[in-house]
């Protein structure tokens, strides 16, 4: 028979250890947890990867920084955080999108807090936008249930069928609940090309009259984008009651390329693959993009979108 003092000794124990494993500190060690309400993102860190990673942004950079620590520190936002990041296609929209997404949530795109949305794949047909609107709404609304600081990217809204992203329109307003749920601490983001026109026209502009590329501020353009955006029935945002009720927070403007910064990315992608850099093979995959306008050529067209298929040619070397 075993003593009453060893069977309590063993209950103690044991009670113990699994008081211990069931801590949320070492749970979440091993299985991903959504970050508790009081945390806050690492303004050092983002800063940092933002430096590091994203070239030739100096106002996304700006803009977005300044928005979401605001958002994180804010113990109690009216509202989630919207930001519709605008921009020719190899600009840094995903790029910037993915480094916010690793910050708030540390496995990124893999993480099942973060949702990325695909307009040709998740909303492909025009007959089906009632059905599309619903899926949105209860996708978000579980998800957000689960997690309130879920993070929600869409993807190619320019494809998109105008009217389907007004489906989550009443979970981006001032609202403290919505059927019991608070979107308060959710961050939403919109990828688009559309107003990519508007703004390389904005950059040159600036070039053109002798300006720095690095004066150019948000207030030059961020009103022209809005306009620009809603009056394009090229874009998932036509006459979107989103932008009608001021609920995107910024209009964030992603500029042209140039030169300088297309080798940026090249010494980046040399660097992440282990290779030293070579200045000469910066030079040659710099020289093989093509760049506008026509005459005066000091924009990729392809901003850096096409930096590691070129690389791959210059392996050998």
């Known amino acids: ?9 063993a209950i103690g124990v044991a009670s113990a250890l699994t008081g211990y494993l069931s801590h949320p500190r070492f749970y979440c060690s091993y299985v991903e947890c959504c970050p508790r309400a009081e945390q806050r993102l690492n303004a050092t860190a983002l800063k940092a990867q933002l430096d590091n990673r994203l070239f030739g942004q100096h106002l996304a950079k700006d803009v977005v920084l300044k928005a979401v620590l605001g958002f994180s520190n804010n113990p109690s936002p009216k509202k989630p955080l919207m930001l519709s990041l605008h921009g020719w296609a190899g600009t840094g929209k995903n790029f910037l999108s993915q480094i916010l997404a690793e910050q708030v949530h540390p496995a990124g795109l893999r993480s099942k807090f973060v949702h990325l949305f695909l307009a040709t794949l998740h909303f492909p047909h ?6 599309y609107k619903e899926q949105l709404q209860n996708w978000i609304r579980g998800n957000v249930s689960a997690c309130p600081s879920s993070v929600f990217i869409f993807d190619e809204m320019d494809k998109m069928h105008p009217g389907v992203i007004d489906a989550i ?3 981006l307003d001032y609202y403290e609940e ?4 608070s979107y308060r601490k959710a961050i939403f983001i ?5 107003g990519g026109d508007l703004i390389n026209k904005a950059a040159f502009d600036f070039w053109t009259s002798g300006k720095r590329r690095e004066d150019i501020q948000l207030k030059d353009l961020e009103a ?3 306009v620009g955006v809603f009056n394009n029935k090229n874009s998932g945002l036509w006459h979107s009651s989103i932008i009608d009720r001021n609920l995107i927070d910024y209009f964030v403007p992603f ?7 297309v080798k940026m990315c090249v010494r980046a992608e040399m660097t992440a693959r282990g290779y030293a850099v070579d200045e000469k093979i910066v030079q040659a995959v710099a020289d093989e993009m093509t760049y506008f306008p026509k005459e005066q050529k000091i924009y990729s067209d392809k901003g850096c979108k096409t930096v590691q298929a070129k690389l791959d040619i210059h392996e050998d070397l």
């Open 224 to 226: 022209l984008l809005s």
């Open 255 to 261: 500029l042209p390329l140039e030169q300088k910064h």
């Open 126 to 131: 025009h007959d089906q936008v009632k059905l």
């Open 190 to 194: 919109f990828l688009s090309n559309a």
């Open 169 to 171: 329109k009443p979970f």
């Open 1 to 9: 028979a075993l003593e009453p003092l060893s069977v309590g000794l």
């Open 178 to 181: 919505v059927d019991g749920v």
